[in-house]
């Protein structure tokens, strides 16, 4: 039996593929879970099995975005620590995570989860690295939460090792044994990777950071993820700080302590990477190692601005990230197209900063690249998954910019009209169709409110 098909004609599109094709209107046909047919004009009448036919006049199809680096179990942190830089912020915040359980986790993913899919996002990820003794399965809880939403989702399975006692910032009590941390990483892979084409869950493995892991869980990790064929994730190069910290306690920095370490490859990524010289950028264009960008999280805790017109000059692959929420606050993917742009223009290499359909390009092929699925997603194509979004721009914050990407970029958060994951409508007018927004709001503010409580005892 053939697939149904949904065709959607009249909106402007931009496609993403590698030589940026945009029209000005013309159509996308999605059959089954694929992308059949992108053009100009309107789709041919004669189609079979046609289930739906949408009228995109007034919007902008373009890929759905995909996000590189998210916490989601901080969005029942939000809002606290709100003037402090990176490492005053986390010793304030970790004795208040580490008291996370299964209903907290699942509270805030749907949260997590929910901010994005309404703003575009397709794929979303999470590095989770906080597992506290006895606080269930939390991995599983968080892959069942983006099953629910119906976006495509790869947990990045993270890991502490390095406590307060071991010269690390984390507690004693929020970190794990590197045995034990290796072996629920290799387990969470065995139970939930999938490396098909159409894979809706997919692992990676992610130890959390230099200052909060010991150099052998960086290596053992790299080789169990070579081992399984999955990729490879961490934070690097993200402050002043986590550079002296690396000098000090390795002799080197961030980029060639990661390089000695296994950690420089085609099948890794690495959130924020701010701090990085000109052969820091080099080893990263000549290794293939991506780069997650998360200009608001970099800008809330005063880390720095990324250099990335010369890391995309250079050849180094970089997608966007939010970051956590108690970092970055809003949660939402679309607003960082924006804040991309802006904040690589205020940096020193403003000459050669991003432009609209570069950021559109970092949202969404870029992000595929980073996360190992440039093949399936990232770009409006015959034969790849049909994730998809049809943003709309006749509004009254859009309707008089003539480029439709400079709108999408520039201009305020654009409402989704249409969201489709694996060809499953997910965002339809704005709202979620999957889930319940009042039942996640609430839920989100009775465990925000529980896990306050149960941190303030101490
Ligand atoms: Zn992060």
Redesign the pocket.
Known sequence: MAASRIVIENCAIATVDADDTEYPSGHVVVAGNRIESVGAGPAPRDLADVARRIDGTGHLATPGLVNT?H?FYQWITRGLAQDANLFDWLVALYPTWSRIDERMVHAAAQGSLAMMARGGVTTAMD?HYVYPKGSGDLSGTIIGAAAEMGVRFTLARGSMDRGASDGGLPPDFAVETLEGALAATEQTVDHHHDPSFDAMTQVAVAPCSPFSISTELLRQGAELARRKGVRLHT?GSETVEEEKFCHELFGMGPTDYFESTGWLGEDVWM?HCVHMNDSDIAAFARTGTGVAHCPSSNARLAAGIARVPDMLAAGVPVGLGV??TASNESGELHTELRNALLINRLGSHRERALTVRQALRLGTHGGARVLGRAEQIGSLEPGKLADLVLWKLDGIGHASIADPVAALVLGPAAPVTLSLVNGEPVVEDGRLTTVDEETIARRTRDEARRLARIAAMG
């Open positions: 680096h916490h590095h934070h959130a970051d956590g």
